[in-house]
């Protein structure tokens, strides 16, 4: 005890109180750094961190595809949008579309919000634009935005095995496709009883392939056919003055003053016949018209342009309707069911107008169309009737439709189906 007493004495003597101060400060430093691991060993754990940032949740995007009568209101209404809100959303799309080309089977997208699935905006595409509605602090805002695609030009051939629209499906073909090709050649082709077996056709399409994958429906810039021996060819050509028709190998338009029958028909029941036995009386009459066979109901349409000139009943025929088409001929449609809406005594018509429905009024022994087509008076067999064209390209339009029509048959005498980038 005396000596660390004496220690401590002569310590504090040469260094002084500072000294003794910084020594226990040391002392309890290094103890404190040795035993740290084991006085508290979680302390860097418990240390506070940073807060994980959370992603915010996705809003939900539920498809619909337009039902008929469906509209981009009523889609949106049935998630629960007001009416005010829903009509609103419409005004935002009218300035880039008009929301009538939103039809049944467009497919929509309804933006829903995550939390409350509410009605956040809407997606859809239409031809070659993607547009966008939703909803910002401000109200609706509708974006529009181009989908990138690239021109293509497609060939399509085939054989015709039992009928015409089948075997253009399976060639690859739509619908509304086969529909136009009908369409082009309807004053020179019965696409009903013409074709046969066996007969050929070739269609080049002017097409177009987005990046989202979709092909618009192509339009058809050139076609031919062979139907029983027979070639028929058509080339669209923008005129100078900028109308658009379809033309011949030499420049004539195929759309004639008449056209080739006035509906779409099932079959011809009774062709023009001198000597037909009369289904009714069973006696030997002259059927001096066409009788084509077709749903009650189906529209009748003005074979050409002309002025009404009797629309009522008469005895046998049941109801009827005559136009005078221009000099001295006239065509009869009878049996109808009714009379298309304003159709009456000297209204005009123009070729394609829709004046009655198939119907089976009169004598009839079932429903059809009774066709009558008669020049001066005197009733003509229509379906061997030469109907001239009309038009002809001439001039600097002629020359630019031949070296069109050159290019255009190269495809078309191609043996294969193809596709080229243009």
């Not at 419409?90 to 080309?101: A, D, W």
């Not at 239409?126 to 805002?141: C, I, P």
């Not at 082709?189 to 066996?198: G, H, L, N, Y």
């Not at 009714?338 to 009024?361: C, D, L, M, N, P």
Request: proline share 5%; aromatic share 10%.
């Amino acid at each position: 005890m005396k000596q660390r007493r004496f220690f401590n004495e002569s310590f504090a003597k040469r260094f002084g109180d500072a000294a003794l101060r910084f020594t226990g400060v040391a002392i309890a430093t290094l103890l404190l750094v040795l035993c740290s691991p084991f006085i508290n060993p979680k302390q860097k754990d418990d240390e506070p961190k940073p807060a994980a940032s959370v992603a915010p949740e996705q809003p939900e995007r539920v498809g619909v595809k337009l039902r008929r009568g469906d509209t981009l209101a009523s889609v949106v209404m049935r998630f629960g949008l007001k009416p005010p809100s829903a009509h609103a959303m419409i005004e935002k799309v009218r300035p880039f579309l008009n929301p009538s080309k939103i039809q049944a089977g467009h497919d929509v997208n309804v933006v829903l919000s995550p939390e409350d699935k509410t009605v956040q905006g809407v997606e859809f595409v239409v031809e070659d634009s993607l547009f966008r509605v939703k909803a910002t602090d401000d109200g609706w805002l509708a974006e529009r935005e181009a989908i990138p695609f690239v021109r293509e030009t497609r060939v399509i051939r085939g054989t015709v095995k039992d009928s015409l629209y089948q075997s253009g499906i399976d060639a690859g073909l739509s619908p509304q496709q086969i529909l136009d090709l009908a369409k082009i050649f309807d004053y020179d082709i019965d696409f009903f009883s013409d074709f046969q077996r066996s007969d050929a056709f070739s269609v080049v399409l002017d097409e177009v392939r987005y990046a989202d994958g979709r092909r618009g429906i192509g339009k058809i810039i050139a076609a031919e056919l062979e139907v029983d021996d027979e070639n028929f060819s058509a080339f669209y050509y923008v005129a100078n003055d900028g109308s658009g028709s379809y033309y011949d190998s030499d420049g004539r338009a195929l759309r004639r003053s008449l056209r080739r029958a006035p509906l779409s028909y099932a079959r011809i029941s009774s062709p023009f016949n001198t000597a037909r036995l009369h289904p009714i009386y069973r006696t030997v009459r002259p059927h001096q018209a066409i009788d084509y066979a077709a749903p009650a109901g189906t529209p009748v349409v003005a074979i050409g342009r002309g002025r009404v000139e009797f629309v009522g009943w008469r005895n046998g025929y049941g109801n009827v309707v005559d136009i005078r088409h221009s000099g001295e001929t006239m065509s009869r449609y009878a049996h109808f069911s009714r009379f298309a809406e304003g159709i009456h005594e000297g209204k005009s018509v123009e070729e394609g107008e829709v004046i009655g429905y198939v119907g089976q009024t009169g004598h009839a022994t079932g429903p059809h169309l009774h066709f009558e087509f008669l020049r001066d008076g005197e009733k003509l067999n229509f379906l061997t009737l030469k109907i001239p064209k009309t038009e002809r390209l001439a001039g600097d339009d002629l020359l630019r439709f031949k070296w069109l029509r050159d290019q255009r048959e190269i495809l078309l005498r191609r043996r294969e189906n193809q596709v080229a980038g243009s």
